[in-house]
């Protein structure tokens, strides 16, 4: 973001409060702070007492930095406090999921006693194949209501599952099955996208050539394709799960058993799998599920519009409106060209009340024009939520003046897979909101923006968002890795945790987030690696060296942009045709996911160095940005960059 730009923003004027109407009903209340702040374990304390436990924790707790265990001694299972205990409680009869198809082709309604039948079925399942509690099984799943039943079953037996995003690569998947050592994946024939039928097994095929550790894959029939098969080590849902019984009996495990790992993108080439434990996750889930959407179980309609292979649809589709029993829309599909008004159709025909997705989602729609919204009545909605990247003001505005009818609070949520929920949000009901600001950390939560000594900056200043103290869903490691743990959070500054985050507070000492200002690129809020795009690239036998920035775009918030040194093999009609672009472009796409994939390839005879041999990567972004080159006297080789902004002149680029 440019200084002008930034500036703008901090000083933006417009303040929205919160309708009378909901704040006079509100989960929350502008007393939490103080209350947390006053004795914040004690806080947490009250929101943990929420869930369902076997047995009380003893201490709230334990924290030896970067160490931490919470609610110790207590035990409970994720999966009754998900669905048996709503059941018990006589709200079998709610749904808990309207699950909409790709394009509303097909509807399924799943109450929580459904879901308690399939989820004992899946458990029962699971555990005839040898799943038992400790073991990792991984999940590679599109949006289908069997998705949450398998994440639901591997918590209900105490086995981490670990979720693998259905768009990525083989390579992907296998490198987080070896990782995570799972013995067993769980899938489905195919999947449908943008209206058509797409494969999903024959990645996991691919993927287990490489990963000896799998023994069993339970495959669910979604679009009826022709799949190779194993036999011995792969099997039919239906032969397995559906004839299994639906009773099981759930045991409780420690508030600190290990619920599920995620991997999500750092600044080398390797995904670090993100640890998460069951009893301080679900509190912190559910409390802020409650309080950041007011959600009222008995009449709202909730909809989550993210995907269950990323955090978001875990701690928002999948456990935080399960712990509150409330009932959710779940789609498969994603905004379409060709299906413009689905959303606005499917948010009227269901009455959905509160909606949570991305700024880059946001984006579409608004380019997409009011017009598509206007034959739609949206006024059931009352609460409108925003994650994954910074939200411009523009798009702010948009969601809530024409999705809201200018009547709804627009919570904009910061958070990371790595916290596991919300952190920085205003509350609906409390806060009178800027458009693009995050606000405040919520109640219970520390955190603070640091300049580079890590003291914190006044009002009006900028630096990195750190966090202060420990927090219940913070993440309890990663997976094998305790040095890495400590190295990438706990390292910049001692026993704070470092985010990884840009950020400025206002003048009344509101907190904007900036983006990354790590290798991280966030594209269509999507964490992706440079590191990582730059490994897939000299993986290519045409390439010899590779460095990749992510550029603003103003659909996307960033973009991935590459610049490429060809091997001197490589003739030079060949490197500069638009076939070997297309070749590099699609190389990444395999190799990662399509998700990856640049949208620009620069082919380069050099990259710009300094003298050290670094490669200046600012000065690449620039480029890809368009701007004015800053001080360049440190380059090795000053025409280098002359090329390369010839090469982007000259059109060697491509959108999708
Ligand atoms: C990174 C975490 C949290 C679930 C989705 C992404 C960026 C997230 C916001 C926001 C500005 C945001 C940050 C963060 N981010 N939410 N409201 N405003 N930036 O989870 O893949 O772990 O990515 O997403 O850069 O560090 P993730």
């Given at each position: 973001?440019t200084?002008?730009?930034?500036?703008?923003?901090l000083?933006?004027?417009?303040?929205?409060?919160?309708?009378?109407?909901l704040?006079?009903?509100?989960?929350?209340?502008?007393?939490?702070?103080?209350?947390?702040?006053?004795?914040?374990?004690?806080?947490?304390?009250?929101?943990?007492?929420?869930?369902?436990?076997?047995?009380?924790?003893?201490?709230?707790l334990?924290?030896?930095?970067?160490?931490?265990?919470?609610?110790?001694?207590?035990?409970l299972?994720?999966?009754?406090?998900?669905?048996?205990?709503?059941?018990?409680?006589?709200?079998?009869?709610?749904?808990?999921?309207?699950?909409?198809?790709?394009?509303?082709?097909?509807?399924?309604?799943?109450?929580?006693?459904?879901?308690?039948?399939?989820?004992?079925k899946?458990a029962?399942?699971?555990?005839?194949?040898?799943?038992?509690?400790?073991?990792?099984?991984?999940?590679?799943?599109?949006m289908?209501?069997?998705?949450?039943?398998?994440?639901?079953?591997?918590?209900r037996?105490?086995?981490?599952?670990?979720?693998?995003?259905?768009?990525?690569?083989?390579?992907?998947?296998?490198?987080?099955?070896?990782?995570?050592?799972?013995?067993?994946?769980?899938?489905?024939?195919?999947?449908?996208?943008?209206?058509?039928p797409?494969?999903?097994?024959?990645?996991?095929d691919?993927?287990?050539?490489?990963?000896?550790?799998i023994e069993?894959?339970?495959?669910?029939?979604?679009?009826?394709?022709?799949?190779?098969?194993?036999?011995?080590r792969?099997?039919?849902?239906?032969?397995?799960?559906?004839?299994?019984?639906?009773?099981?009996?759930?045991?409780?495990?420690?508030?600190?058993?290990?619920?599920?790992?995620?991997?999500?993108?750092?600044?080398?080439?390797?995904?670090k799998?993100?640890?998460?434990?069951?009893?301080?996750?679900?509190?912190?889930?559910?409390?802020?599920?409650?309080?950041?959407?007011?959600?009222?179980?008995?009449?709202?309609?909730?909809?989550?519009?993210?995907?269950?292979?990323?955090?978001?649809?875990?701690?928002?589709?999948?456990?935080?409106?399960?712990?509150?029993?409330?009932t959710?829309?779940?789609?498969?599909?994603?905004?379409?060209?060709?299906?413009?008004?689905?959303?606005?159709?499917?948010?009227?025909?269901?009455?959905?009340?509160?909606?949570?997705?991305?700024?880059?989602?946001?984006?579409?729609?608004?380019?997409?024009?009011?017009?598509?919204?206007?034959?739609?009545?949206?006024?059931?909605?009352?609460?409108?939520?925003s994650?994954?990247?910074?939200?411009?003001p523009?798009?702010?505005?948009?969601?809530?003046?024409?999705?809201?009818?200018?009547?709804?609070?627009?919570?904009?949520?910061?958070?990371?897979?790595?916290?596991?929920?919300?952190?920085?949000?205003?509350?609906?009901?409390?806060?009178?909101?800027k458009p693009g600001?995050?606000?405040?950390?919520?109640?219970?939560?520390?955190?603070?923006?640091?300049?580079?000594?890590?003291?914190?900056?006044g009002?009006?200043?900028?630096?990195?968002?750190?966090?202060t103290?420990?927090?219940?869903s913070?993440?309890?490691?990663?997976?094998?890795?305790?040095?890495r743990?400590?190295?990438?959070?706990?390292?910049?500054?001692?026993?704070?945790?470092?985010?990884?985050?840009?950020?400025?507070?206002d003048?009344?000492?509101?907190?904007?987030?900036?983006?990354?200002?790590?290798?991280?690129?966030?594209?269509?809020?999507?964490?992706?690696?440079?590191?990582?795009?730059?490994?897939?690239?000299?993986?290519?036998?045409?390439?010899?060296?590779?460095?990749v920035?992510?550029?603003t775009?103003?659909?996307?918030?960033?973009?991935?942009?590459?610049?490429?040194?060809?091997?001197g093999?490589?003739?030079?009609?060949?490197?500069?045709g638009?076939?070997?672009?297309?070749?590099?472009?699609?190389?990444?796409?395999?190799?990662i996911?399509?998700?990856?994939?640049?949208?620009?390839?620069?082919?380069?005879?050099?990259?710009?160095k300094t003298?050290?041999?670094k490669?200046?990567?600012?000065?690449?972004?620039?480029?890809?940005?368009n701007?004015?080159?800053?001080?360049?006297?440190?380059?090795?080789?000053?025409?280098?960059?002359?090329a390369?902004?010839?090469?982007?002149?000259?059109?060697?680029?491509?959108?999708?």
């Amino acid at each position: 973001m440019t200084e002008p730009a930034l500036d703008a923003l901090l000083h933006e004027s417009r303040r929205f409060e919160p309708p009378a109407d909901l704040a006079a009903e509100a989960n929350a209340k502008a007393d939490m702070y103080d209350e947390a702040g006053r004795d914040r374990l004690a806080f947490w304390e009250r929101q943990a007492a929420d869930l369902t436990w076997s047995a009380k924790w003893s201490k709230v707790l334990e924290w030896e930095p970067p160490f931490s265990k919470w609610f110790i001694g207590g035990t409970l299972n994720g999966c009754v406090n998900a669905v048996d205990r709503h059941v018990e409680a006589g709200l079998g009869d709610r749904v808990a999921y309207y699950w909409i198809s790709d394009g509303d082709t097909e509807r399924r309604t799943i109450t929580y006693a459904d879901l308690l039948r399939e989820v004992s079925k899946a458990a029962n399942g699971l555990a005839s194949l040898g799943v038992k509690a400790g073991d990792r099984v991984t999940i590679y799943m599109p949006m289908i209501p069997e998705t949450v039943v398998t994440i639901l079953a591997c918590a209900r037996l105490g086995a981490p599952h670990n979720v693998v995003f259905c768009g990525f690569s083989s390579d992907s998947l296998s490198g987080r099955i070896n990782d995570s050592d799972s013995h067993v994946v769980v899938t489905t024939d195919g999947q449908f996208r943008r209206g058509a039928p797409t494969p999903v097994k024959p990645a996991v095929d691919e993927a287990l050539q490489k990963t000896p550790g799998i023994e069993k894959v339970l495959v669910v029939r979604r679009t009826g394709a022709e799949v190779d098969w194993t036999e011995g080590r792969d099997h039919w849902w239906h032969d397995v799960v559906e004839p299994a019984s639906d009773s099981h009996e759930a045991e409780a495990f420690d508030s600190e058993h290990p619920l599920f790992m995620m991997y999500t993108s750092g600044t080398t080439a390797k995904p670090k799998g993100i640890l998460h434990t069951t009893g301080g996750y679900l509190t912190q889930v559910a409390f802020t599920h409650r309080v950041v959407f007011d959600l009222k179980p008995e009449r709202d309609i909730y909809w989550c519009a993210a995907d269950i292979g990323w955090i978001t649809g875990h701690s928002y589709i999948v456990y935080g409106p399960l712990i509150n029993g409330a009932t959710s829309v779940m789609y498969e599909g994603t905004p379409h060209p060709a299906d413009k008004d689905r959303w606005w159709k499917l948010i009227a025909d269901l009455k959905v009340s509160i909606l949570y997705t991305a700024p880059t989602t946001i984006r579409t729609l608004m380019k997409w024009g009011a017009e598509e919204l206007a034959p739609h009545d949206l006024s059931s909605l009352r609460v409108l939520g925003s994650v994954g990247e910074p939200i411009n003001p523009e798009a702010w505005m948009w969601y809530r003046e024409n999705v809201g009818g200018g009547r709804t609070p627009v919570v904009d949520t910061w958070w990371q897979t790595e916290t596991g929920a919300i952190m920085i949000s205003p509350l609906p009901g409390v806060t009178a909101t800027k458009p693009g600001a995050a606000m405040t950390a919520l109640p219970g939560i520390s955190a603070e923006v640091v300049d580079n000594e890590g003291k914190p900056v006044g009002n009006g200043g900028g630096g990195f968002l750190v966090l202060t103290e420990p927090w219940p869903s913070m993440l309890r490691g990663i997976w094998g890795d305790d040095e890495r743990y400590k190295e990438t959070y706990w390292s910049r500054f001692p026993d704070v945790y470092f985010a990884g985050d840009g950020a400025k507070k206002d003048e009344d000492g509101d907190i904007w987030l900036l983006g990354r200002i790590d290798d991280v690129m966030n594209v269509s809020g999507h964490r992706i690696s440079t590191t990582e795009v730059e490994h897939a690239l000299v993986g290519h036998p045409s390439v010899a060296e590779a460095a990749v920035v992510g550029a603003t775009d103003a659909m996307t918030g960033q973009a991935i942009v590459a610049f490429v040194t060809p091997r001197g093999s490589v003739a030079e009609d060949v490197s500069s045709g638009e076939e070997f672009v297309q070749s590099l472009r699609d190389h990444v796409a395999k190799e990662i996911g399509p998700i990856a994939k640049p949208r620009q390839v620069l082919v380069t005879p050099e990259l710009p160095k300094t003298r050290s041999g670094k490669i200046m990567r600012r000065l690449l972004r620039d480029i890809a940005e368009n701007r004015e080159l800053g001080d360049v006297t440190t380059l090795l080789d000053p025409t280098v960059t002359d090329a390369i902004r010839e090469r982007m002149a000259g059109g060697d680029t491509k959108e999708e």
